[in-house]
C-alpha cells in the first residue's frame, strides 16, 4: 500500500521541529541533538499525530488535556518551589489547606478546580486573537511547560570509535543564560525528571535518548530565566567522549509558523503553510 503524503499539520509540525532542534556533530563522530520542548511545539505534535491518526477534532483536545494533566499532576522536587509545584500542593496551600484527599466530596471538589485549570488553559490556547502556536499562552505555558524549560536529548556513538561513559550525563548537562549563568536540571530521579528517564546502560554503545526539566526560575525564585526580553539559550553537555563540551543554542524568540487551520478537518480551508518570516 502505497503511503499517504503527509498532511499539512505534519507538513507544519515537520517545520516547527526544525525550529526547536540544534545538534552538535563532534570531531570524536559524537552526535548529539536536542529538542527544545516548547508547548507550541507540543501543540503542533499532537495535531500531527492527531491528523495521521485519522482523530476526531474532540479526541484532540482529550489529548491536549492529558499533556497539561501529565505535567500538573507530575511529581517534582519541593525545592523547585510550591508556587510551581503540582496542582495538588497549589490546592493544599492556595486554596484549602485542610484538603483530605481520601474524601470523595472534598476530593470531587478538588477534580472540578483542577479540571477548570485545564478548560481555561485550554480557552487561552484557541484564543483566535492570536496564533495557535506562539512562544507565550501565559505565565507558566509557552516557552515553558507548567514552568518547567523541557528539553529532550539525543546522542548517537554509532559514526564514532568511542564509548561514552553517560551514567551521570544529565548531570553533565547543564543550561546557561545570556548573561552565562548556569543552571542544573530538577527531577525526582537526581537530574532527571522520573526514574525512567535515567539512560539505561552506564555506556553508550549506540543510542540514547533522556529528558531533562529546569525551573525557570533564577535562585531568587522571582527572576524568569528565560523571559520575553531573553536573546538567547544555551543547552550544554559537558565532558562527552573527547570534547570538553557541547554548546546547542537557540535564538530567542522562536519563529513558528501559522497552523494551517484550529480544527482537524481543514476539507474547506486553505491547507498552504506558511514559513515564519
Known sequence: EEEKPPGPFEVTEDIVWRVVNRSHTGADGIFVQATFRTFAYEVSRLYAEAEKAGLEHEQLQSRLRELVYAFIDGSYPMEDGTDINNLYFQYLIYVNDQFDLTNPLERAQFNVWRGEYVRRLLGIVSDRKYPLLRSTYDERWGRTCYSRLVFTVYISSQESELRPQIADIGARTCLIDEEGNRY?????????????DR?????????????????????????????????????????????????????????????????????????????PK
Open 184 to 196: 542544573l536540571p530538577s527531577g525526582t530521579a537526581g537530574p532527571y525528571p522520573y526514574e525512567f
Open 199 to 275: 539512560p539505561e546502560m552506564d555506556v553508550l554503545d549506540g543510542e540514547v535518548v533522556y529528558r531533562v526539566f529546569f525551573p525557570n526560575r533564577r535562585a531568587d525564585r522571582k527572576t524568569p530565566i528565560v523571559s520575553d526580553e531573553s536573546k538567547k539559550i544555551e543547552l550544554v553537555i559537558e565532558r562527552l567522549g573527547s570534547e570538553p563540551e557541547r554548546r546547542l543554542t537557540w535564538n530567542l524568540p522562536l519563529q513558528y509558523p501559522e497552523m494551517p487551520g484550529r480544527r482537524l478537518n481543514l476539507s474547506s480551508l486553505d491547507t498552504g503553510v506558511q514559513l
